[in-house]
Structures are given as C-alpha cells and as structure tokens.
C-alpha cells in the first residue's frame, strides 16, 4: 500500500518496471543526517536547502526518507543516461515543489495568504495520484492495496505532496515552528505537549543556545 504522509515504501505494484541496469547505490545506511521535521514535506525543505538541487540529491532524499529503496535508488541513478527526458520531467517537478513549500509555509508562518501559484505545484502532482482500494492476491493472502490509475515517476512525490497539503489544510492553527537559533531556519512540526517547542533538536541548536547562555553568564558574573 502507498502511504502518502509517512516515511513507508511503496508497494512492488506502484514502482516502475525495472527498465534500468544497476549501477553503484547510493548509500544513507551510515553518517545519516537526523529527520527531524516531523513532515515528510518539511523534511523535504530541510535536506534539500535550496530548488536547485541535482538528481542524485533528490534520490538521496527518496532514500532516505524510505519513498525507496536501495535496490530501486541504483536503478534510478543512471535514468538520465537511458532516459534524459523523464529524469529531467521529475527533477523540474520535484524543484517546482520544493520552492513552492517553502513559500507556502514561510508564508503560513508569517500569517500571510497563499498565493495560487504556489499551491499549483502541489496540486500538480496531487493530480496524479487518482486510483482506487482493490483487493489483491499475494502468495494465497488477500490484502486491500491502493493502485494508481496511472504509473510514472511522478508518484515518487506524491507523498511529499500529500503531506504539504495536509499540513496547509490546518491553516493559521497549523503548529508549523522555525528554530529559534537565528542561524539555523529549519523548520519542525510542534508535536511537543506544551505546544512551545523552539529547537529543531535540542543536540543540533538547543544545547548550544544553553552553552553559549551559560558562557554568557559565566562571564557576567567575573566581570
């Protein structure tokens, strides 16, 4: 089954047909930066920082956030050898979705309106998610599954997609945070019970913000 607003694999019956001969898999198994969005649409914006992102760091991004697998990111390395023009299709798709959630939700934050043309690459992937629940038969077992009207790559997004979209839906009340640290400018979902979390992590800005507090004050007090 696609899950469309975790970090889940699609099923073997959405993936493309494997078309493509392997070549070296691109590798998250150690040093792995730490997700820590909350959002699948927000992690999008944090590891990606900027729309102009190559190939093959948006295959890192996919495979590290489990949208695929190793076997299929080594199939996929090489698609702008054998097919240029779908690779170039879905990393144009994949850039215009990036830059388009990070003025939706900057602007969300700012409490300011959403312009149409920053939904519409949302929307222009959502589109292609259209299908249906159908009962599918694997090895004796009968499981409900969700299967596309329609293949292609786009689908690698549709979860990213989806989770923007539903994160817009919540509008002013949506806990949609930026870390305090001035330098940083991750943004999070607030899923903490007070609802006042600042830091994107407390290992990554939180603890620094207090050393650097402490220092401070240390300071203070022998002068």
Known sequence: ?????????????????????????????????????????????NE???????????????????IISSERSSQLLSLPKYDPQSAASLLGKAQRLHESLGETFHALLGKEALSPKW???????????????????QNGKWSLEFVARE???????AAIARSAAELLAEGPSAR?????????????????RTRRRRWCSMSRCGNRHKVAAFSRRHAAGRG
Not at 48 to 66: A, I, M, V
Not at 151 to 157: I, N
């Open 119 to 137: 939904i519409e690459p949302i929307n222009e992937v959502l589109r292609i998610t259209e299908g249906h629940d159908e009962l599918l038969d």
């Open 176 to 192: 949609l945070r930026v870390c305090s640290n001035p330098t940083c400018g991750l943004l999070f979902y607030d899923n903490s």
């Open 1 to 45: 089954m696609l899950y469309l607003t975790g970090y889940e694999l699609p099923s073997a019956s959405l993936r493309s047909p494997n078309r493509f001969p392997k070549v070296n898999t691109l590798d998250h198994s150690s040093n792995s930066p730490v997700l820590i969005g909350g959002r699948l649409s927000l992690d999008f914006l």
């Open 151 to 157: 293949g292609g790559l786009a689908w690698l997004l």
């Open 48 to 66: 990606l920082k900027s729309s102009n992102f190559s190939w093959e760091e948006l295959l890192g991004f996919l495979l590290l956030t489990r």
